[in-house]
């Protein structure tokens, strides 16, 4: 699994344990989201090119370094992934936002695409897709279809828990894009639920249901 991170950092075990707790309510579900997002995409960002520029400080001319000219991009998948929005956007403040809808259909278990709306320079940047979960795969392998038919070429994606089914299915997929992960669960269950997982992102997120 060269192109997968499964994150072990203690402060995001420790943060997705509370996560996962049926008791969690929606307030603390979306501080946590968050703040996993953030420490998460410390790591993923990891490889991003620096070059060096020059600048004065008040005592003397030096070089230092910055983030490559190139663009970023971010594109939660709806709902769940706008969890994960603006820990990325605290981190990376240049980054343009696109969204992709998508639910799955509870009877087929595949992906319904309900709305997209993308930067118009999409295919210049380097995207970051973000949602809390990767269960069957369905969801993240059509958002990312759907960006490289766009001519996006740069992608990362990153969820906070998933099922080895739905990493299996998407590196299969997307060979060329790196999986972040925050926890590594078992299994599905017979509804394509992720065990032990955390429930329904999206419904915990916003307190429907
Ligand atoms: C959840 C989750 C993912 C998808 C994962 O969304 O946020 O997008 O399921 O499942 P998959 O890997 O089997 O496709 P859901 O369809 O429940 O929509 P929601 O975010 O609006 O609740
Ligand atoms: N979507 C979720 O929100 N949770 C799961 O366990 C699987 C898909």
Same mark, same amino acid.
């Given at each position: 699994m060269s192109n997968v991170f499964v994150m072990d950092h203690p402060l995001i075990q420790h943060k997705i344990g509370v996560l996962r707790r049926i008791e969690t309510g929606p307030k603390e579900f979306r501080e946590l989201v968050s703040e996993i997002a953030m420490l998460m995409s410390y790591e993923a960002t990891r490889n991003l090119p620096l070059e060096e520029i020059e600048i004065e400080t008040p005592i003397a001319k030096t070089k230092v370094k910055q983030i490559e000219g190139r663009h970023l991009g971010i594109v939660p998948i709806l709902r769940a992934g706008l969890g994960m929005v603006d820990a990325l956007l605290t981190l990376v403040p240049t980054a343009k936002v696109g969204h992709i809808g998508l639910y799955r259909d509870p009877e087929s278990l595949q992906p319904v695409e309900y709305y997209c709306k993308l930067p118009s320079d999409v295919s210049e940047r380097d995207i970051f897709v973000l949602d809390p979960m990767l269960a069957t795969g369905g969801s993240a392998i059509a958002a990312i279809d759907f960006l490289k038919e766009k001519g996006v070429h740069k992608l990362h994606f990153l969820c906070i828990i998933a099922a080895p089914e739905g990493v299996k299915a998407l590196q299969e997929a997307h060979p !060329?894009?790196?999986?972040?992960?925050?926890?590594?669960?078992?299994?599905?269950? !017979?509804?394509?639920?992720?065990?032990?997982?955390?429930? !329904?992102?999206? !419904?915990?997120?916003?307190?429907?249901?």
């Open positions: !060329d894009v790196p999986i972040y992960i925050g926890a590594l669960d078992e299994r599905l269950n !017979d509804h394509a639920y992720i065990v032990p997982g955390l429930g !329904d992102a999206g !419904d915990r997120l916003f307190g429907t249901k």
